[in-house]
């Protein structure tokens, strides 16, 4: 669904490439869900289902050491989930936590429901 929506909007925010369950099996064996680059940048989606706030710190964490390991200290993470936009600024509180580096952005269920909405999201994070 994410890849989906950044390729809608590739050309309009000048999304260089867009790459889905990128896998390096080299020295850490990882899966990435969605991988985007722009200007040299790379943007890297984390993406679950999961409703439990702990799990979700857990994959943006993941997310932002992930992203710095491909793409260097100017690249971005972004944690997609199902958690509740109510537990929104707990879970971003909490991904400050870690220090270094700017914490990861946070997609949140209400900001998938409506596909519009989110592609205006996803326009956001690439005008940053």
Known sequence: YIFQCLREIQE?????EIVWNLENGKDANFEVDVVASKNNNLYLFSCTTD??????KNKGFEAK???T?????????????CISKDS????EDDLKEKKGGVPPEVIVYEDLIDKEALKNRLKGIFVK
């Open 12 to 16: 309009e925010v000048g999304i260089y």
């Open 51 to 56: 409703k439990t706030k702990s799990i979700v």
């Open 65 to 67: 050491e992930r992203a």
């Open 69 to 81: 390991q491909i793409g260097g200290k100017n690249a971005k993470a972004v944690v997609v989930s």
């Open 88 to 91: 929104k600024s707990a879970l």
